[in-house]
């Protein structure tokens, strides 16, 4: 009996070598790992949290040059709104909460499935051992890919011919450091507190493919979620704003009666939960968006996407209004 013991101990352990080993190998450096990190090691005044638009859109740096706070950018492409909430109470419960939210609303993330295409588990594996953690874990990913608790490294099996490269990036200093030099590129640069500094490119689809606004096809989960984050700030004395960021004049002007709608929807939610938003589409006929050119050359897709040089422009009009 006892060497059956044993022997079943010695399996358990050869088991999470192996698969610590092939979790080393196999899973790449991501911005996650290191905007996980500094949310849960630095405190800041603004925390910026949403999806992609927010991730290159806005400049921290920029907009502290005008609010004189200090801020943080935790968007992320494919952050839905629980993965926001999370990545917020990681900040809270590692002891350092910010003063302000600025929740990055984009419409189509309210409308499509939550992570819908993508790898349920790129935030979740980089969060820091803990509580939250495992909140996070019984929140969303135990009904999607609970598996990756135990070979998290299987999501990235298709990687096998990175394994080098993986390998060499993680024996470097910046990895070590939560860095990100290894995922710049040609065309995109990671800049300070979570900016992604775009170059000028072309358009990635047809206007004719952007998901727009449709109320009818906004599901109760969202909104759930966000009384949920309301409800959140509210107990531990955290101001929540919302903004919609702009996105090209073409794409508004083909779209205006959905952009419209869009706008008077969460004014709605806005007025009923007592937070402001403001909406940075340009409207013809209103003055948010006033002070940038917002025509698709300055954008790298119809979908909203900017170019580095438009973000830092932009960036300090939101510094503006957050100013205010």
């Known amino acids: 009996m006892k060497k059956r013991l044993i022997r079943a101990v010695l399996f358990v352990i050869l088991c999470a070598v192996i698969t610590a080993g092939l979790n080393f190998v196999f899973i790449p450096n991501s911005v996650a790992r290191a905007n996980l990190r500094r949310v849960s090691t630095k405190t800041y005044d603004d925390f910026f949290i949403g999806s992609s638009h927010g991730h290159s859109d806005v400049d921290p740096l920029v907009v502290d040059s005008v609010t004189g706070r200090s801020s943080t950018n935790a968007c992320m492409p494919s952050e839905y709104l629980i993965d926001s909430y999370y990545i917020l109470k990681l900040a809270c419960e590692s002891g350092h909460k910010p003063k302000r939210v600025i929740y990055e609303w984009d419409p189509p993330y309210w409308m499509t499935e939550d992570m819908a295409g993508n790898n349920p588990d790129s935030f979740y594996l980089r969060f820091p051992e803990g509580e939250t953690k495992l909140k996070y874990f019984f929140a969303k990913i135990i009904s999607m890919k609970w598996y ?137 006929e209103e003055e948010t968006g006033k002070g940038i050119d917002a025509g698709v050359s300055n954008f790298r897709d119809y979908d909203g996407h900017m170019s580095g040089e438009l973000a830092e422009q932009f960036s300090k009009i939101l510094g503006e209004y957050l100013k205010e």
């Not at 298709?158 to 590129?185: M, S």
């Not at 101001?239 to 004049?249: D, F, I, Q, S």
């Open 148 to 284: 990756v608790v135990t070979n998290p490294w299987s999501e990235y099996r298709n990687l096998f011919r990175d394994i080098p490269k993986t390998v060499r990036i993680k024996c470097g200093e910046d990895y070590k450091n939560y860095g990100t030099a290894d995922l710049d590129t040609d065309v995109k640069q990671y800049r300070p507190e979570g900016f992604a500094y775009y170059a000028h490119g072309t358009e990635w689809d047809s206007i004719s493919n952007v998901l727009t606004f449709d109320r009818e096809k906004v599901g109760g989960k969202p909104q759930q979620l966000f009384q949920r984050l309301s409800d959140y700030c509210r107990s531990e004395g955290i101001e929540l704003a919302v903004v919609e960021l702009p996105v090209p004049a073409e794409t508004v002007e083909m779209h205006r009666e959905a952009f419209a709608d869009a706008r008077a929807y969460f004014t709605e939610i806005a007025k009923e939960y007592g937070i402001s938003f403001r909406d940075f589409n340009s409207l013809p």
